[in-house]
T-cell receptor, first 115, second 114 residues
Framework: GQQLNQSPQSMFIQEGEDVSMNCTSS?????WLWYKQDPGEGPVLLIA???AGELTSNGRLTAQFGITRKDSFLNISASIPSDVGIYFC???????????????WGLGTSLAVNP | DGGITQSPKYLFRKEGQNVTLSCEQN?????MYWYRQDPGQGLRLIYY???????QKGDIAEGYSVSREKKESFPLTVTSAQKNPTAFYLC?????????????FGPGTRLTVL
């Protein structure tokens, strides 16, 4: 099935640094979701975006729905050790695009934070 | 507490045996999903159900079967026909299949075939 292009694949940063990751698609999406997965656990929803240009924050996390509707960005400010994990983007194509009820997933960005 | 439960957390089976993974939710969600996750990879959809007594194949349904007899339950059977069943299995649910498609996940079941 189709997958999103998520980058970078992995990041190793120092505590306190800001982090930025993104997802791109060749299709127009009407929903973007960002999840975090801790080792051995299920993904947890961080932020949901439903409108082009939308900018939403959740604590130190900020995500944006790209104005082209083909991309989304997630930023983490002032990283801390508990930010370690894998971050996934997921999107849903616009209505009438075929199988639009299914989420399409990125392959994840693995984040490591050095205390 | 409302949420999604999966059991067991770890499961071992011998090659050639069928095994059923449990998924229960008390969120009153209509839609439920099963994903498979392999190391270093994203989530791949096995089956999904938008309503009781109805389900559709996802991208990798071969070797798996599901049932949706109750709204809160969506068990997944990994059959002996699945060539490479060792993986981390995740169950999710959402309110429905409409515009709000936020999926909420259970803790996962790690299946190992010996």
């Amino acid at each position: 099935g189709q997958q999103l292009n998520q980058s970078p694949q992995s990041m190793f940063i120092q505590e306190g640094e800001d982090v930025s990751m993104n997802c791109t698609s060749s299709s127009i999406f009407n929903t973007w979701l960002w999840y975090k997965q801790d080792p051995g656990e299920g993904p947890v929803l961080l932020i949901a975006l439903y409108k082009a240009g939308e900018l939403t924050s959740n604590g130190r996390l900020t995500a944006q729905f790209g104005i082209t509707r083909k991309d989304s960005f997630l930023n983490i400010s002032a990283s801390i050790p508990s930010d370690v994990g894998i971050y996934f983007c997921a999107g849903r194509r616009r209505a009438n695009a075929g199988n639009n009820r299914k989420l399409i997933w990125g392959l994840g960005t693995s984040l490591a934070v050095n205390p | 507490d409302g949420g999604i439960t999966q059991s067991p957390k770890y499961l071992f089976r011998k090659e050639g045996q069928n095994v059923t993974l449990s998924c229960e939710q008390n969120l009153n969600h209509d839609a439920m999903y099963w994903y498979r996750q392999d190391p270093g990879q994203g989530l791949r959809l096995i089956y999904y159900s938008q309503i009781v007594n109805d389900f559709q194949k996802g991208d990798i349904a071969e070797g798996y079967s599901v049932s949706r007899e109750k709204k809160e339950s969506f068990p997944l059977t990994v059959t002996s026909a699945q060539k490479n069943p060792t993986a981390f299995y995740l169950c999710a649910s959402s309110i429905g299949g409409g515009e709000a498609n936020e999926q909420f996940f259970g803790p996962g079941t790690r299946l190992t075939v010996l």
